[in-house]
């Protein structure tokens, strides 16, 4: 399984970035996820999308973030808005193929003014 990532960069406090990820290989539509990873911290959830679209979201980005995804394309989709310089991170694609996790290479999203 790979996954592609794509759309993180610099936005301003308040505004709004839209991160989608690719998966391509062996991928049978388990689930798909996004998680990020802040300077000195650790890896951690920001969303999850079930192939029937049940979603999990981290207490932080609750009412802000939306997780979409697209069985037919194998894509999965981050909208972000009302973005705080909290956000700042690395933000990964992550899928899930029976017990084993893939990873995307990861995306920059800096959120400064």
């Known amino acids: 399984v790979q996954l592609q990532a794509s759309g993180g960069g610099l936005v301003q406090p308040g505004g709004s970035l839209r991160l989608s990820c690719a998966a391509s290989?062996?991928?049978?539509?388990?689930?798909l996820a996004w998680y990020r990873q802040a300077p000195g911290k650790q890896r951690e959830l920001v969303a999850s999308?079930?192939?029937?679209?049940?979603?999990v979201y981290a207490d932080s980005v609750e009412d802000r973030f939306t997780i979409s995804r697209d069985n037919s394309e194998n894509t999965v989709s981050l909208e972000m808005n009302s973005l705080k310089p909290e956000d700042t991170a690395v933000y990964y694609c992550?899928?899930?193929?029976?017990?084993?996790?893939?990873w995307g290479q990861g995306t920059l999203v800096t959120v400064s003014s």
């Open positions: 999308i079930t192939k029937g679209a049940s979603t």
């Open positions: 992550n899928a899930r193929v029976g017990s084993k996790d893939y």
């Open positions: 290989g062996m991928f049978n539509g388990g689930g």
